[in-house]
């Protein structure tokens, strides 16, 4: 997919016309803590690469029914962007509640690991954890995103991003967490190469946003997501 991470390049140096800086609580992930994507999944074989050549493309575009709330209090992040993720499947319990399923603490919540056990016991769904350890994403990190979005949000599933630092969205607003936070992916555009954002935090409007898939990539470096 070399083609659409040249396509994308501009929108990390798009020139930042107005500046969003938040708050919320979150751990990083520690070394080991979640596993890469050569941990999560078998290398495939042939019948799994004839599975995956049969296998239905993705559309082009596509954004999922979920409920909107915003988070509670400042370290309720993690929370939040869980419960806006199992609204999609018709999942509308409190974030208290899931803030206990979380292990969530003043301190926040520890990693994604955390959000894809959680998404896994309240929905069913077959989540899986995918870190990006590195200071920045690789181009195959960014196409790996791009490809998980796609496929998540085509089975119905949410994607759950832990994010540090900042970055400017498709509207050039750049948003800015420094202690971590986390969001959730409700959509995606160009068979994932944007994807829209419900923020628990957004200061604004019903809190969403669009991102490019390499910005966000980035946005997720030594943390991760859960898809």
């Given at each position: 997919?070399?083609?659409?991470?040249?396509?994308?390049?501009?929108?990390?140096?798009?020139?930042?016309?107005?500046?969003?800086?938040?708050?919320?609580?979150g751990?990083?992930?520690t070394?080991?803590?979640i596993a890469?994507?050569?941990?999560?999944?078998?290398?495939?074989?042939?019948?799994?690469?004839?599975?995956?050549?049969?296998?239905?493309?993705?559309?082009?575009d596509?954004?999922?029914?979920?409920?909107?709330?915003?988070?509670?209090?400042?370290?309720?992040?993690?929370?939040?962007?869980?419960?806006?993720?199992?609204?999609?499947?018709?999942?509308?319990?409190?974030?208290d509640?899931?803030?206990r399923?979380?292990?969530?603490?003043?301190a926040?919540t520890?990693?994604?690991e955390?959000?894809t056990r959680?998404?896994?016991?309240?929905?069913?769904?077959?989540?899986?954890?995918t870190?990006?350890?590195g200071p920045e994403?690789?181009?195959?990190?960014?196409d790996?995103?791009?490809?998980?979005?796609?496929?998540?949000?085509?089975?119905?599933?949410?994607?759950i991003?832990?994010?540090?630092?900042?970055?400017?969205?498709?509207?050039?607003?750049?948003?800015?967490?420094?202690?971590?936070?986390?969001?959730?992916?409700?959509?995606y555009e160009?068979?994932?190469?944007?994807?829209k954002?419900?923020?628990?935090?957004?200061?604004s409007?019903?809190?969403?946003?669009?991102v490019?898939?390499?910005?966000?990539?980035?946005w997720?470096a030594?943390?991760?997501?859960?898809?």
């Open positions: 997919m070399s083609s659409s991470i040249t396509r994308w390049l501009p929108a990390l140096t798009r020139t930042t016309t107005r500046r969003t800086m938040l708050t919320c609580a751990i990083a992930i070394a080991g803590a890469g994507p050569a941990a999560a999944q078998a290398a495939p074989g042939n019948s799994a690469h004839k599975a995956a050549s049969n296998a239905k493309k993705p559309a082009k596509k954004e999922l029914r979920y409920q909107y709330k915003s988070q509670e209090n400042y370290y309720y992040c993690g929370p939040a962007a869980t419960r806006i993720a199992a609204s999609a499947n018709g999942h509308t319990m409190s974030q509640e899931v803030a399923k979380l292990g969530t603490t003043t926040g520890n990693s994604a955390d959000t959680v998404m896994r016991d309240i929905t069913g769904k077959d989540y899986r954890t870190s990006i350890p994403a690789t181009p195959a990190q960014m790996q995103l791009q490809a998980d979005v796609a496929n998540a949000i085509e089975n119905d599933k949410a994607v991003a832990n994010v540090r630092g900042g970055t400017t969205d498709a509207n050039g607003i750049y948003r800015s967490y420094p202690g971590g936070h986390y969001v959730t992916v409700v959509g160009d068979e994932g190469r944007m994807v954002i419900a923020d628990p935090a957004a200061p409007g019903d809190g969403t946003y669009w490019s898939t390499i910005n966000l990539a980035n997720m030594e943390r991760g997501y859960s898809s």
